[in-house]
Nanobody, 119 residues
Framework: QVQLVESGGGLVQAGGSLRLSCAAS????????MGWYRQAPGKERELVAI???????NYGESVKGRFTISRDNAKDTVYLQMNSLKPEDTAVYYC?????????????WGQGTQVTVSS
C-alpha cells in the first residue's frame, strides 16, 4: 500500500502557473506508475498526466504543451508543473499511484487539492 499527500493547489489568474507536489509514503521507484487526474464539478475524473517507472510519460490532450510531470525518486515525490493556466483547468487534482497488490494492478489516491483559475 501507499499513502499519497498532495500540496500546492490554490487560486491563480488565467495565464499563471502553479506546481503541485505529491509525496508518497514509500519508495516511488517501486511503483508501476504515478500520475495526476482531475475532476471538475459535474464532470468525470480525467487523466492529466502519468509517468511510468521507466519515465514514459503521457498527457491528457487538453494539457499538452502546458503541463509537465516529473518525479524525484530521492524525495519519493511527483510534481506537476502547470503553466498557461486557463479557467477550464479549474478542478480538484488528485495524485494517483498504480501498484500491483495481490497480483492485481491497484489504484491508490490522494485526498485531492483544489486548483482554481480565475479569468
Amino acid at each position: 500500500q501507499v499513502q499519497l499527500v498532495e500540496s500546492g493547489g490554490g487560486l491563480v489568474q488565467a495565464g499563471g502557473s502553479l506546481r503541485l507536489s505529491c509525496a508518497a509514503s514509500r519508495s516511488i521507484s517501486s511503483i508501476n506508475a504515478m500520475g495526476w487526474y482531475r475532476q471538475a464539478p459535474g464532470k468525470e475524473r480525467e487523466l492529466v498526466a502519468i509517468i511510468g517507472r521507466l519515465n514514459t510519460i503521457n498527457y491528457g490532450e487538453s494539457v499538452k504543451g502546458r503541463f509537465t510531470i516529473s518525479r524525484d525518486n530521492a524525495k519519493d515525490t511527483v510534481y506537476l508543473q502547470m503553466n498557461s493556466l486557463k479557467p477550464e483547468d479549474t478542478a480538484v487534482y488528485y495524485c494517483n499511484a498504480k501498484m500491483v497488490a495481490n497480483s492485481l494492478l491497484t489504484d491508490y489516491w490522494g485526498q485531492g487539492t483544489q486548483v482554481t483559475v480565475s479569468s
